[in-house]
């Protein structure tokens, strides 16, 4: 006989996962009575919104369900941002909350909120668990979705008397989706149809977002685009599929993509897309977006097909499975020489040019601190100037070393993240890059940082600004900096130390001159090297902006370009 939270814990054990995040509450306390001797590791975080940050941190850099746990109504209310995260960036994560007792549901009890209800929209599956009984099957099947097809959030609701309650435990349970959803997925894969596009092209590119890491499948989509040598490029999320080298690699595409990128999806006739859905960040106008293009779509959710405009030729499937079946239909076909358009797109001209302007010391800044990265390293961004600074200069080839809260956009993502990624990967240097806003909004992560020893390097950039919003109020609101000046920022120096970690503040000037000094050069290595948490805060020019920009609603074609 055991009792449902030992039912609970043993059943996320079997899954695979052996570290969870959370935060302990009136009705999931049975299961943090039950968490010593599960075999599951559970990191305290000091707010919900960092466990499942954490947890989203430690599914993005493994690739495994991430585990979140939260009391109910408070609790749980503020897991929501993260699930909608989750959602959004593709990212499996089990989210577990104690729920009040059954009789009370529905009776506005103290700590009751419908989260079931809540995050309905923003969960690929959740349930209401109303028996014991039903436990180890929930669990099976809120982990199968969590991981399968586009992987995504999952919300499991436990009343807190079954997590008391008891009853024999015959072991964790399987679950096998209906086999009809396999012939479904198998239908549609038009890889003939999509070579026969690929004939008729003259200007053809390839487009990579987080569906080709997802899918495992970076070694066949690498293969492939040696093969087709046209001009690709990835979206955020995508960045670090493709080779950094290939001399057909354009870098980021987008609202802040490289002019290279953004010219060549512009001018293309036949896009092929490998794992993205083209949200607007990427398309820009979606009317005048790739005007002339036909569309091939590698996707394994229908759902993301169709989202700006039809597409012609609709490859349904893991692009791990229809990655090499095109490309088997590549190496059999005598494809046009794009020799003419490749030197076009990838040629001199369209190169980005050296930094300059206002954000030169920062991006160079950055340019120092990630050329001197050990070859292990994961990079997290939080959202703002930084993150787009970040991935614009990120030159890795590692599919999973770039994360960022890229669809939600949500501040605050990074330094939790941080925490779930150097747990999962303790040997791995960790630089977590946040904004003087963002870092605000989970600074309490700091203690978790301090009392795990977790060797995070942290990074602000500190503008004193909001200063995404702070730019577009710039160039779209006439300069009026309304309610974006942060001034009086606190002295993040002396907030690490209270929180015992240690921290040093540089000023941008030291990046005016290249190459910098042995000094700075010496505190770099040492920083990122250091077998402490450490924080740096990097004072930049609080007028410093992300170009290029394709402002919002215009086409991909036109692109501010960094001012003089
Ligand atoms: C939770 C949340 N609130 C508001 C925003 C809107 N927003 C986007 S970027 C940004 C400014 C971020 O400022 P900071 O963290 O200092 O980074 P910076 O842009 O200055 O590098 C804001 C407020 C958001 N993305 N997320
Ligand atoms: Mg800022």
């Known amino acids: 006989m055991l009792k449902g939270a030992e039912i609970v814990l043993r059943c996320v054990r079997a899954e695979g ?26 990191i305290l975080t000091r707010h919900e919104q960092g466990a499942v940050f954490a947890a989203e941190g430690y599914a993005r850099v493994t690739g495994k369900v991430g585990v979140a ?31 009040v007792r059954s009789s009370l549901i529905g009776t506005d009890a103290f700590q009751e909120t419908d989260v079931f209800g809540m995050t309905l929209s923003l969960t690929k599956w959740s349930r209401l668990v109303r028996t014991i009984e039903e436990i180890p099957d929930v669990i099976a099947e809120a982990f199968y979705w969590a991981r399968s097809g586009r992987p995504g959030p999952v919300m ?54 987080a569906g080709a890491k997802l899918s495992g499948a970076i070694d066949e989509l690498r293969a492939l685009l040696d093969r087709l040598e046209v001009p690709t490029f990835a979206t955020v999320h995508g960045l ?61 959710d229908p759902a ?16 791990a499975d229809t990655i090499p079946s095109f490309h088997a239909e590549v190496n059999g076909a005598h494809l046009p020489d794009w020799s003419a358009w490749r030197a076009i797109a990838c040629g001199p001209e369209r190169a980005e040019p050296d930094p300059r302007g206002l954000a030169q010391p920062t991006k160079r800044f950055l340019d120092e601190l990630f ?5 292990d390293n994961v990079i997290i961004a939080d959202v703002g100037q930084h993150q787009m600074w970040s ?43 946040s904004g003087d806003g963002g870092f605000q909004m989970n600074i309490q992560e700091l203690a978790t940082v301090h009392r795990l020893g977790l060797p995070i390097k942290m990074v602000i950039v500190d503008n004193k600004y909001l200063g995404m919003v702070r ?40 990046l005016t001159e290249m190459p910098v000094s042995a000094e700075i050069s010496d505190a770099f290595d040492r920083f990122l090297r250091s077998p402490e948490p450490e924080l740096l805060v990097f004072d930049c020019h609080p007028e410093a902006n992300v170009y290029p920009m394709v402002p919002s609603g215009a086409a991909l074609s036109e692109m501010m370009l960094e001012e003089d």
Not at 22 to 42: E, K, N, T
Not at 167 to 188: L, T
Not at 250 to 255: C, I, P, R, S, Y
Not at 493 to 504: P, Q, S, T
């Open 17 to 42: 996962t052996d570290l969870v995040f959370g935060y302990p509450g009136g009705a999931i306390m049975p299961l943090y009575d039950a968490l010593d001797g599960s075999g599951v590791r559970h």
């Open 304 to 319: 993301q097909l169709d989202r700006v405009r039809p597409c012609e030729v609709p490859v349904i499937g893991n692009l």
């Open 240 to 300: 670090g599929a493709v080779r950094q080298d290939a001399p057909y690699y354009l870098g980021m595409v987008g609202m802040h993509g490289t002019r290279a990128a953004n010219m060549a999806l512009h001018e293309t006739d036949l896009l092929m897309v490998f794992g993205a859905r083209l949200d607007d960040r990427v398309t820009g106008d979606p009317t005048r977006f790739a005007p002339e293009a036909r569309i091939v779509h590698f996707e394994i």
């Open 371 to 375: 050329s001197r990265l050990p070859a």
């Open 69 to 99: 746990i939260a009391t109910s109504g408070p609790g749980a209310t503020n897991l929501v941002t993260g699930i909608a995260d989750a959602k959004m960036d593709s990212v499996p994560l089990v989210c577990i909350t104690g729920q």
């Open 471 to 510: 730019q577009w109020q710039q160039l779209f609101y006439d300069r009026n900096y309304a309610e974006t000046d942060l001034s009086d920022n606190p002295d993040f120096v002396e907030i690490a130390k209270a929180y015992k970690i240690h921290a040093w503040r540089l000023n941008e000037d030291a």
């Open 391 to 433: 991935a614009q200069r990120y030159r890795s080839s590692s599919p999973r070393g770039f994360i960022t809260s890229g669809g939600l956009g949500a501040m605050g993502f990074a330094l939790p993240a941080a925490v779930g990624v150097q747990l999962a990967k303790p040997g791995t240097t960790v630089l977590c890059v």
């Open 156 to 209: 499991l609701d436990l009343p807190v008397d079954l997590l008391k309650a008891k009853m024999e435990f015959r072991g964790p349970a399987k679950f096998y989706p209906h086999p009809r959803a396999a012939e479904a997925n198998a239908e549609g894969a038009f890889t003939d149809t999509a070579v026969a596009l690929l004939h008729q092209a003259r200007r053809p590119v390839a487009l990579v977002g």
